[in-house]
T-cell receptor, first 115, second 112 residues
């Protein structure tokens, strides 16, 4: 079974530029998550989708971050404009169902450096 | 609010040594508890989980027991290998949500 795919793996941009990340979850997984992992910290949930609807975006900085999951499969996360503090690894995860005991499967992440 | 506290690393051990990585949590109700591992250059992988008090999760020689009385979920392994070198994250999902809350991670370095 193919895992969660993410691209690009690395991205370097200057502050105030925009950037987009792409995620393809495991086939058939209804729930998709985007996490931000700052160096030295654990991942922090940014947004959660159930199919193509948003379940939780309480920690998404909506003035600069946006995300969508059209057709309930692939997802994109965008930052516009980027700030220095957005430098982090952006992780996408998916799970087959939505429940507190379900395993989330993580992609390899996109490492963003903002200069 | 809900939170997870892990011991700071790095933890440095010789091969075949005993490993303990401490994890305590704060949560209302009955959370599920997880250990995830991140090997160098790879994504996070679930190592083990426990969904109710006194459950023991185990995988690849690692174990952790859900202790509600001490709000802990310590990770243990009897004999570590060089290949266990990685960053280990303790996490919880609270009883009313599937949102994962992670600790800061503990880096384990095992030397031959």
């Amino acid at each position: 079974e193919a895992g969660v795919a993410q691209s690009p793996r690395y991205k370097i941009i200057e502050k105030r530029q925009s950037v987009a990340f792409w995620c393809n979850p495991i086939s058939g997984h209804a729930t998709l998550y985007w996490y931000q992992q700052i160096l030295g910290q654990g991942p922090k949930l940014l947004i959660q989708f159930q199919n193509n609807g948003v379940v939780d975006d309480s920690q998404l900085p909506k003035d600069r971050f946006s995300a969508e999951r059209l057709k309930g499969v692939d997802s994109t996360l965008k930052i516009q404009p980027a700030k220095l503090e957005d430098s982090a690894v952006y992780l996408c995860a998916s799970s087959p169902l939505r429940g507190r005991t379900d395993t989330q499967y993580f992609g390899p992440g996109t490492r963003l450096t903002v200069l | 609010g809900n939170s997870v506290t892990q011991m700071e690393g790095p933890v440095t051990l010789s091969e075949e040594a005993f490993l303990t990585i401490n994890c305590t949590y704060t949560a209302t109700g009955y959370p599920s508890l997880f250990w995830y591992v991140q090997y160098p250059g790879e994504g996070l992988q679930l190592l083990l989980k426990a969904t109710k008090a006194d459950d023991k999760g185990s995988n690849k020689g690692f174990e952790a027991t859900y202790r509600k009385e001490t709000t802990s979920f310590h990770l243990e392994k009897g004999s570590v290998q060089v290949s266990d070198s990685a960053v280990y994250f303790c996490a919880l999902s609270a009883s009313n949500t599937d949102k994962l809350i992670f600790g800061t991670g503990t880096r384990l370095q095992v030397f031959p």
